[in-house]
């Protein structure tokens, strides 16, 4: 019999029972380790004992809703999550990837589904860190340092910035391509793994929230600039360190 305690471990956050039984039953099956909470002081208490891998969160539970405890995590955390939102409510999505989520799932969804996102966005993390330069662990551009080894960003006054898992990515592909018009397709089928549907604006979310971190105005953009029906560029020299 698998050890257990070797797979990938997933904490399931949901008020809804029954959903928190069926994928732990499912995700079980396909060999990854789950623990469930049910409310956001459970889920706390699951973080501050437990080595998690990746969070599933609903975002409508009684008390603290998903928003304020991805908000949490985030504070202190790179750790993937994934939110589960009411319908297709694109302003629910939209808030949990301003706060730091790695993806979403609307209700009701297919537990098949939901295990392939979980896969793409493990998968990505693996990639990341393999991506990682062993000789040139930080990159300059405009007035701001990437360490890739801790994750952050570092002004060049000082200030230091942490990025989730999502920034960093995005930020990431600017790096590995500047000087490129990279399409909003083709960051969402890099970034997410699947493509791009006609109303998502998920990746405009992401680029204006990396904005905001590096600073740069969102009405004038100086280091991320909007190329008009075409996609997105970074207009700043890069320099690995």
């Not at 002081?41 to 699951?46: C, T």
């Not at 297709?88 to 609307?106: H, K, P, Q």
């Amino acid at each position: 019999m698998d050890n257990q305690d070797d797979f990938t471990h997933v904490l399931v956050v949901d008020d809804d029972h029954e959903i928190t039984e069926l994928l732990e039953t499912y995700l079980t099956r396909n060999q990854f380790r789950v623990s469930t909470a049910h409310n956001g002081q459970q889920m706390m208490a699951r973080l501050d004992k437990q080595h998690i891998d990746l969070i599933v969160l609903d975002i409508m539970m009684p008390g603290e809703d998903g928003f304020t405890l991805c908000k949490k995590v985030r504070a202190s955390s790179s750790i993937p999550i994934i939110m589960l939102t009411a319908g297709n409510d694109e302003t629910d999505r939209i808030i949990g990837l301003e706060l730091g989520a790695d993806d979403y799932m609307s209700k009701p969804f297919n537990p098949r589904e939901l295990l392939a996102r979980i896969k793409a966005v493990l998968r990505r993390l693996e990639d990341r860190s393999n991506r990682e330069p062993a000789h040139h662990p930080k990159v300059r551009f405009g007035p701001w340092t990437l360490d890739t080894q801790h994750r952050q960003l570092v002004h060049e006054r000082g200030d230091v910035f942490p990025l989730n898992g999502a920034d960093f990515d995005l930020l990431q592909l600017f790096l590995t391509n500047p000087g490129e018009i990279l399409s909003r397709e083709d960051l969402f089928q890099r970034l997410k793994g699947r493509e791009l549907s006609p109303y998502d604006r998920s990746i405009d979310v992401q680029i204006s929230r990396l904005r905001f971190k590096l600073d740069d105005n969102g009405k004038s953009p100086q280091l991320i600039k909007t190329v008009r029906g075409q996609g997105y560029l970074l207009t700043c020299d890069v320099e690995h360190l």
